[in-house]
């Protein structure tokens, strides 16, 4: 079956950085867009980055850009996201997903495949 699992979540302080890592299986990687969700106490989840099939494109969400980068290695099987000058709003729980050729930015509604998530949290 498929399976992804997220792993580099934790407590941090504002302006530091976390690197978040997918591990994917049960699937065809390279067939599969791949995207970062999050969802903070209270709130939905909400798109965050996203990287087509061969990473030839990328979408951020505004808050985002500047600060984050997604990328992927379809040799290990694995995509990453890169969190930098992180801020308190940025605290939640972050997932992976996956979306059979997909474009860089979806919906929530549209992947495919869902991690279980990792904890983000950025103290102030």
């Known amino acids: 079956q498929v399976q992804l699992v997220e792993s580099g979540g934790g407590l941090v302080q504002a302006g530091d950085s976390l690197r978040l890592s997918c591990a994917a299986s049960g699937l065809t990687f390279s067939a599969y867009a791949m995207y970062w969700f999050r969802q903070a106490p209270g709130k939905e989840r909400e798109f965050v980055a996203g990287i087509t099939r061969f990473g030839s494109n990328t979408g951020y969400t505004d808050s985002v850009k500047g600060r984050f980068t997604i990328s992927r290695d379809n040799a290990k099987n694995t995509v990453a996201l890169q969190m930098n000058n992180l801020k308190p709003d940025d605290t939640a729980v972050y997932y992976c997903?996956?979306?059979?050729?997909?474009?860089?930015?979806?919906?929530?509604?549209?992947?495919?495949?869902w991690g279980q998530g990792t904890q983000v949290t950025v103290s102030s």
């Open positions: 997903a996956a979306k059979f050729h997909g474009t860089a930015q979806i919906m929530t509604t549209q992947p495919n495949y």
